[in-house]
């Protein structure tokens, strides 16, 4: 029962367009939301977050959307940089306790 | 000052051996965490530590034993080592419960 899911495994871009990775859940507790990079043979860093009471959170480049009456949450980035290319999980936290439900994994790659 | 190391990066071993893997975090973190993740990629928690207490022990085979000798330290045991336990597993803290930090995982590899 997989309560976090990003549907898309890959998505590649031009170098300077948007990215946009798409995230869905399932559990109406969840009440914040993270997005994480993984490189390869790396452990996966934290990038960006956003509380449930928000419905965007920017930072630099990467701004969260989040829509919870469809449950779903999205990560664009802008411009996207070929440094951008890893993958992205996206993760929720329940309010009723500290565990972490993490998605799949999107394969991003930025093509020069 | 790696934030969350873990040792060793690799381990290639026989089926039916034992293993340890450690963590260790200099953030200062209450609670700490193992993560499998499988061959499709899915990242699973296993289990939680909060000031070396046991909080989150998810359907993990018994053959599983985490060990948190202090809340900067939490360790994982994994007796008879069968094939479907091939994977990366990584540690990661949190303070609070909010952003969690990975370390660089290590993949297990069982022959």
């Known amino acids: 029962d997989q309560q976090v899911k990003q549907n898309s495994p890959s998505l590649s871009v031009q170098e300077g367009r948007i990215s946009i990775l798409n995230c869905d859940y399932t559990n109406s507790m969840f009440d914040y939301f993270l997005w994480y990079k993984k490189y390869p043979a790396e452990g996966p860093t934290f990038l960006i977050s956003?509380?449930?009471?928000?419905d965007k959170n920017e930072d630099g480049r990467f701004t969260v959307f989040l829509n919870k009456s469809a449950k779903h949450l999205s990560l664009h980035i802008v411009p996207s940089q070929p440094g951008d290319s890893a993958v992205y999980f996206c993760?929720?936290?329940?309010?009723?306790?500290?565990?972490?439900?993490f998605g799949t994994g999107t394969s991003l790659t930025v093509i020069p | 000052d790696t934030a969350v190391s873990q040792t060793p990066k690799y381990l290639v071993t026989q089926m039916g051996n034992d293993k340890s893997i450690k963590c260790e975090q200099n953030l200062g973190h209450d609670t700490m965490y193992w993560y499998k993740q499988d061959s499709k990629k899915f990242l699973k928690i296993m289990f939680s530590y909060n000031n070396k207490e046991l909080i989150i022990n998810e359907t993990v085979p018994n053959r599983f034993s985490p060990k948190s000798p202090d809340k900067a330290h939490l360790n994982l045991h994994i007796n008879s080592l069968e094939l479907g336990d091939s994977a990366v597993y990584f540690c990661?803290?949190?303070?609070?419960?909010?952003?969690?930090?990975f370390g660089p995982g290590t993949r297990l590899t069982v022959l």
């Open positions: 990661a803290s949190s303070q609070a419960g909010y952003t969690q930090y």
């Open positions: 993760a929720a936290l329940s309010n009723t306790g500290n565990q972490f439900y």
């Open positions: 956003i509380s449930s009471i928000k």
